[in-house]
């Protein structure tokens, strides 16, 4: 489905949503066809009594969402999908959501939640941790967020890509635009691929390697595409790419299930572990006071040696377990200069 990224938004249209959409605190804006519930930065989700929400006012705004995507939406076109720079905003038609015309807002904004502080005081990832994975980006390793949808994969990225130089040429492949990586770092050079009927993530990769990458950045990983990222990275380029899937050690079979034939799969394995680098699982749980922990789960190594595929975890239960890396990572960390768990040796802070 192709999308329109650069309308206006208008506040007017957007009504009693409006004062949540200017407040930059509030991430997700739900209406189920009778309530409507906010969650904010600090992944508290709340019911807002009195919000002022009508069924007239829904239809108008539905209407309004599909006059500027130039879409139907109505029975049998029953899902109405837009997206802005800053908002990914699904309608489902009353027709299949019987409870009532459902409507979901997403906020992407082009800044970074989280700071190096913010992620061991809450809880995200201890200070080991943090200085580890830094460092694999310094060392040039690739990595795959997973975890369910709504968990803070994207994010993670926004924070972990942080660390590529600004001299090394990072092409962004969205079908949504929620990297934001030209406007986070605005002293680097980026190219943003925004894929659409016309132009598929396999077109968009295949001509990223015209464009002289260092780095790309995968917004999802869903399907055959994967052949021709594997493929980039076989040729040195850098990435960063995100899977759902509900534990690291499940990467490879993830990936190997979105081939399109058994063939290619069989034939890529063994590029799964030489060109996949750092595995990281993000998840979530509600705590006792009502508010939302994103942390990081766990964290694997994946590598090959001596003919055979590894996968070495880190990190289990949101907990370091591995002090002694593997030979063939450590490999990766020296070529730089790199210790590890140091935040001295190949720091750029």
């Known amino acids: 489905m192709e999308r329109s990224t650069k309308w206006e938004l208008v506040p007017a249209h957007f009504g009693p949503l409006w004062s949540y959409i200017e407040d930059d605190e509030i991430t997700d804006i739900d209406f189920n066809g009778t309530d409507l519930w906010i969650t904010n930065t600090a992944n508290e989700r709340k019911k807002v009594e009195e919000h002022g929400v009508t069924k007239e006012f829904i239809e108008k705004f539905s209407h309004y969402i599909a006059n500027n995507v130039s879409k139907p939406f109505n029975k049998v076109e ?11 905003i699904s309608i489902v038609h009353e027709s299949s959501a019987i409870s009532g015309r459902s409507v979901c807002i997403r906020k992407t904004l082009p800044t970074v939640r989280m700071t190096r502080e913010s992620m061991i005081t809450d809880g995200y990832c201890t200070k080991e941790i943090l200085e580890l994975l830094t460092n694999c980006v310094k060392a040039r390793m690739n990595f795959v967020f997973c975890g369910e949808p709504g968990v803070g994969k994207t994010e993670g990225i926004k924070f972990f890509s942080q660390y590529i130089p600004a001299n090394e040429r990072v092409i962004t492949i969205e079908d949504t ?15 943003e691929l925004m894929v659409s009927e016309g132009f598929s993530y396999t077109k968009a990769i295949k001509t990223s390697l015209r464009q002289n990458p260092k780095w790309l950045m995968l917004s999802e990983a869903r399907s055959v595409e994967v052949k021709y990222l594997l493929e980039s990275l076989s040729t040195g380029i850098r990435g960063f790419t995100t899977i759902h899937t509900d534990d690291v050690r499940k990467i490879p079979d993830r990936i190997l299930n979105m081939l399109a034939s058994r063939t290619d799969a069989d034939r890529m394995e063994n590029d799964i572990f030489m060109f996949i680098d750092v595995g990281i699982l993000i998840r979530k749980k509600q705590m006792e006071d009502g508010k ?56 750029e802070d």
């Not at 029953?78 to 990914?88: C, K, M, P, S």
């Not at 635009?177 to 190219?191: M, Q, S």
């Open 78 to 88: 029953n899902l109405l999908e837009a997206d802005t720079d800053t908002l990914r």
């Open 177 to 191: 635009p929620e990297l934001h990586y030209r406007e986070i770092n605005t002293e680097k050079d980026c190219v």
């Open 292 to 347: 939302i922990r994103r942390y990081i789960d766990q964290v694997c190594f994946f590598y090959r040696k001596d003919g055979c595929n590894i996968t070495f975890p880190v990190v289990l239960n949101g907990e370091l377990i591995e002090w002694c890396l593997p030979e063939p990572v450590l490999e990766k960390f020296e070529r730089m200069g790199i210790t590890p768990f140091s935040r001295e040796g190949g720091s």
